[in-house]
């Protein structure tokens, strides 16, 4: 109570920009009238939003109405989709840091312009308006650059590939992939095997079988940490290219996926696109 009085005799300016300090969530917790009131004033939230966040709301594909600057953060914590309908903007609602999803459209896939290697279809768990649809290939190449002035500064960011495995895929699991993420000249590499985590009897059988060809391909491949994909919410799988530090000079990020060593054909695979979010802290 003494606290509570202590505050209530500042000025609601004072206040505010002392909540402005706290974060997202914190501010929207009431503890009373007074603070309440402070904390829904433009004053805090303008600092939660990102500095440029006028651009972003001009780069909206759907004209994004607000009335104050709180509910404008609370838009752009949700999907916002931005540049033509090429990425997805967010913002993590407890640290107020930016999250972009690259679309397919966006990345750099080998034969991707070939419509006998891929095709471009809507799906309805994209946000997109299309997705790339793997039909057969023998070299699987995916790459995006970004620089990291597109991000929150000070903040380590993971990236994650997004993906869907359907039931009629082939040739995707023989051997893993080759993950990797690159910083001016810091790179590190991972591996992980396109399957279902249930596919893993499909896998061991599969070596059992070609247990001698499988072995040779398997010592082409540059070995780091095995990752394996991770079911999404919103009805995808992920699979982390790895993680990168966005600090206060500007810096291009290189990110992969890569099976080119195998040399057998493949197809079925479904790419939304490249999802760049920050990494919370272990409480």
């Known amino acids: 109570m003494a606290s509570t009085l202590t505050f ?8 505010s920009n002392i909540i402005s300090f706290t974060s997202p969530a914190d501010a929207c917790k009431s503890v009373s009238s007074f603070f ?8 805090v939230w303008e600092k939660f939003l990102p500095t440029d966040y006028l651009h972003i709301v001009q780069k909206s594909v759907i004209p994004l109405e607000f009335s104050s600057r709180k509910e404008l953060f609370l838009r752009l914590s949700e999907s916002t989709i931005i540049d033509g309908g090429r990425k997805s903007f967010s913002l993590d609602t407890l640290s107020a840091k930016k999250s972009y999803i690259i679309s397919a459209r966006e990345l750099s896939i080998f034969g991707s312009n070939d419509p ?3 095709s471009w279809n809507p799906n309805p768990d994209s946000r997109f308006l299309e997705v ?3 039909k057969t290939t023998s070299d699987l190449k995916i790459h995006c650059t970004l620089n990291t002035e597109m991000l929150s500064q000070n903040t380590k960011y993971g990236a994650y590939i997004l993906i869907k495995i359907p039931n009629g895929a082939y040739g995707l699991d023989a051997i893993p992939s080759e993950l990797s993420i690159k910083v001016g ?4 590499t991972s591996t992980a095997y396109l399957s279902h ?4 009897k499909r896998i061991q059988m599969l070596h059992l079988l070609f247990a001698n060809r499988l072995e040779m391909l398997k010592k082409r491949v540059v070995h780091g940490e095995e990752r394996a994909p991770q079911e999404r919410k919103d009805g995808w799988l992920e699979i982390e290219l790895g993680e990168f530090y966005s600090g206060e000079r500007n810096e291009e990020v290189k990110m992969s996926l890569v099976e080119a060593k195998g ?12 999802e760049v979010r920050p990494k919370h802290k272990l409480q």
């Open 8 to 15: 209530s005799m500042l000025p609601e300016d004072c206040v």
């Open 36 to 43: 309440t009131l402070a904390a829904e004033s433009d004053l």
């Open 116 to 118: 006998t290697c891929w």
């Open 132 to 134: 790339a649809e793997l």
């Open 185 to 188: 000249d810091h790179e590190v």
């Open 197 to 200: 985590n249930n596919d893993s």
């Open 263 to 274: 040399h057998q054909l493949k197809g079925g695979l479904v790419v939304e696109g490249i």
